[in-house]
């Protein structure tokens, strides 16, 4: 952060990057060699929570859903560019669809304090039952 003037300085940055979806995941690649210790997912999760929500985070849940339904290979490079292209066609954010499937996946309703089982198998079998061939 330090390479920036302010905040409005890192904002135009990251705001270059939104010119398609090939520039898109460009950042986090570049940021995951700039920042040592985080890699590509948690450089994700790092501007999904700066309020840039045109990101997701390609975590375990998103990889083995988007793997399993056989939408994308199993590594977060390409999960992140499906659930990019998947927002896009539902006419919402990458953030709100991570964070739709994070619901459903860990359980963890944080809002109402509810925790109850995962229903990633559920909703995997859901998908490959109603969507997918």
Not at 34 to 54: I, P, V
Not at 85 to 95: D, I, Q
Request: glycine share 4%; proline share 2%; net charge negative.
């Amino acid at each position: 952060m330090s390479q920036f003037e302010n905040i409005d300085d890192f904002r135009n940055f990251v705001g270059c990057f939104s010119y398609n979806d090939l520039t898109k995941v460009s950042l986090p690649m570049l940021m995951e060699h700039e920042l040592s210790g985080l890699g590509f997912a948690l450089c994700c999760d790092f501007l999904k929570e700066l309020g840039f929500y045109d990101y997701c985070k390609p975590d375990v849940h998103m990889i083995e859903v988007f793997n399993e339904t056989g939408l994308s290979k199993a590594n977060a490079y390409d999960v992140f560019k499906c659930i990019v292209k998947a927002a896009r066609e539902e006419n919402m954010t990458p953030y709100k669809l991570d964070k739709i499937i994070w619901l459903i996946c860990s359980g963890r309703y944080y809002r109402d304090n509810i925790i109850t089982k995962s229903y990633k198998k559920e909703f995997i079998e859901y998908l490959k039952d109603n969507f997918y061939e």
